[in-house]
């Protein structure tokens, strides 16, 4: 069974570059599709973007000038980096599994997610 | 991108209940939608995807329905562990964009 964990830097300080992983246990990274996902105190959740098993990331548009993400297979891992942060990207951040198919999409499993503040 | 609006945006019940939670998008989006459980302290967790489908290992006492813009999550029977935020979730284009979620609360 995949089983997902955040980690990272629980504080940021604005302008900076958020850099956070998923690690990946259960299973090979390069057998799925990987996202994530984010949801500010008292907001919704907002979707950053999605990373093939080719390598080929697409991103949300209101995130793209500043997103990246990458899959190291050696590690297992996922990576999300987020550049020139705000206040307003404080956020709990999740990983999760995107599995995709010919009739639709969903997101499963979801990581339990790392909570990221922005402040000097 | 497509607008994902939940109603009620809170809900009170008691074990035993039936309820429904209903979610609206602003284009229609098909059936590509899924539905999400999500508590404190962890992740959200898939629950239908599709509009109809049950994840495996969901309780069959959870059921979606709908197609176009207008769907519904039911739960049949409500038990204790149900008691968390629900959001409903459009997957027909990208950006992917969420409800704002219902919080079913315990009376």
């Known amino acids: 069974q995949v089983q997902l964990q955040e980690s990272g830097p629980g504080l940021v300080k604005p302008s900076e570059t958020l850099s956070l992983t998923c690690i990946v246990s259960?299973?090979?990274?390069?057998?799925?599709?990987w996202s994530w996902i984010r949801q500010a105190a008292g907001k919704g959740l907002e979707w950053i973007g999605r990373?093939?098993?080719?390598?080929?990331?697409h991103y949300n548009p209101s995130l793209s000038s500043r997103v990246s993400m990458s899959v190291d297979t050696s590690k297992n891992q996922v990576s999300l980096k987020l550049t020139s942060v705000t206040a307003a990207d404080t956020a709990v951040y999740y990983c999760?599994?995107?599995?995709?198919?010919?009739?639709?999409?969903?997101?499963?499993?979801w990581g339990q997610g790392a909570l990221v503040t922005v402040s000097s | 991108d497509i607008q994902m609006t939940q109603s009620p945006s809170s809900l009170s019940a008691s074990v035993g209940d039936r309820v429904t939670i209903t979610c609206r998008a602003s284009h229609s989006i098909r059936d590509h939608l899924n539905w999400y459980q999500w508590k404190l302290g962890a992740g959200p967790k898939l629950l239908i995807h599709a509009a109809y489908n049950l994840q495996s290992g969901v309780p069959s006492r959870f059921s979606g329905s709908g197609s176009g813009t207008d769907f519904t999550l039911s739960i049949s029977s409500l038990q204790p562990e149900d008691f968390a935020t629900y959001y409903c979730q459009q997957s027909y284009t990208t950006p992917y964009t969420f409800g704002q979620g219902t919080k079913l609360e315990i009376k």
């Open positions: 259960g299973d090979s990274i390069s057998r799925y599709h």
């Open positions: 999760a599994r995107y599995y995709d198919s010919v009739a639709s999409n969903w997101f499963d499993p």
């Open positions: 990373i093939y098993t080719s390598g080929t990331a």
